[in-house]
Structure formats: C-alpha cells, structure tokens
C-alpha cells in the first residue's frame, strides 16, 4: 500500500493563479482532511470529507475548495492564490479505530505565493 | 486563540536526560493523540489516549490524559538523537459531530545532542 500520497511536493504561484493540490489514498478510508502548518500554529483543519460526495469546512476554508467524487481522491483547490496561502498542506485519511479516529499523513506539499 | 496549548515549544537537551511535554486545555476532548513529524514528512501517530486518567506506554515514552480529560503529558526516559523531532499533540472534541475534527497544538519542537 502507498498510503497517502499528495503531488506536487513543492509549488511556487504567483498571486491570483489556481491550482489543485492532488491527495489519493488506497486504504480505503473514509474520511479524508486538508490541513496547513505554519510555524507556531500546529495544524489547522481547512476542509474534511466524511465520505464520496460529502464535504464540510473546517477551521481556515476560504480561499479553498474541494469536492470528492471517489473514496480515494480529494483535491484541493486555490481558486486564487495570496500571499498568506503560503504554507506546507497536508491531506490526511482516517478510520475509527477502537481507540478513536486514527488519521494517516501525507508527505505533504510545500506552496509558496509570491 | 489556541485551544490546545502546548508547552515547551522549544526543547534542548543531552541525551540520556529525561523530559516531559504538555498539552493542556479549558476544554474536554473524547479522545487525545499525540503525533510525531520530522523534518519534510507528515505527522505520525504514536498514541490515542481515550480514559481519563489513563497512562500509555510505547518502549522511552509514556503519555497521560488528565482525569477531566482536559490536558495531556508525554514523558521521555533517558532521551536519544533519534527522539528528535516535531511533537504535536491533537484532540477530537466532545460532543462534536460523528467525525472527530482534531484541533492540533502548535507542537514542541524536540532537540537531542549526543
């Protein structure tokens, strides 16, 4: 299994181009999460699916959407991007284990916008 | 306002010394994870601490939930090099949704010499 992989590994944009971040995983997970790490912040929840066809916001959404059409992909796109979406992304799939919503990282992508 | 406070943020010590992270909370999580992420990867689980007042052990490490299961520690005995790394701890909160969103620290950042 490859667990979750995310593409591209690095990104430059300059303010006001889109583009989507790719997140697939084969373990059949259902819920899937977007995150930002910024220095001194830790983590923080941007959007999460419970499933194919069902997304929601978390905690930072604007400036981002995403959609999941298949249990194994969940982009994530920057409709136009600032200054401030610089940042490493992380998608993330999970399972409800016996001790609670166990989650699986990506490598993450590193974004940078100019 | 950071809901999970984490603390040191920064942490240097020589190996063979013992150390102690906390995580700490005015709220009451379902369950409390503690993650580990180096340098150019995602976060890797180490532990899901779900009781209050439970007590986990994985080999050098020992993690807590306070009783009111507001707060959490991970203990390292007798630090090594390879314990260096990013520490984030992150809880689902209770009485939340189905899907246990985890709100993330900011992480403490864990330096061992040799």
């Known amino acids: 299994n490859a667990g979750v992989t995310q593409t591209p590994k690095f990104q430059v944009l300059k303010t006001g181009q889109s583009m989507t971040l790719q997140c697939a995983q084969d373990m059949n997970h259902e819920y899937m999460s977007w995150y930002r790490q910024d220095p001194g912040m830790g983590l923080r929840l941007i959007h999460y699916s419970v499933g194919a066809g069902i997304t929601d916001q978390g905690e930072v959404p604007n400036g981002y959407n995403v959609s999941r059409s298949t249990t194994e992909d969940f982009p994530l796109r920057l409709l136009s991007a600032a200054p401030s979406q610089t940042s490493v992304y992380f998608c993330?799939?999970?399972?409800?284990?016996?001790?609670?919503?166990?989650?699986?990282f990506g490598p993450g992508t590193r974004l940078t916008v100019l | 306002t950071q809901l999970l406070e984490q603390s040191p943020q920064f942490l240097s010590i020589q190996e063979g010394e013992n150390l102690t992270v906390y995580c700490n909370s005015s709220s009451v999580f379902s369950s409390l994870q503690w993650y580990r992420q180096e340098p150019g990867e995602g976060p890797v689980l180490l532990v899901t601490?779900?009781?209050?007042?439970e007590v986990k052990k994985l080999k050098r490490l020992t993690f807590q939930f306070g009783d009111a299961r507001k707060d959490s520690s991970l203990h390292i005995t007798a630090a090594q090099p390879g314990d260096t790394g990013l520490y984030l701890c992150a809880g689902a909160r209770a009485g939340g949704t189905s899907y246990g969103k985890l709100t993330f620290g900011q992480g403490t950042i864990l330096t061992v010499h040799p």
């Open positions: 601490v779900v009781t209050g007042g």
């Open positions: 993330a799939s999970s399972y409800r284990g016996l001790a609670g919503y166990e989650q699986f």
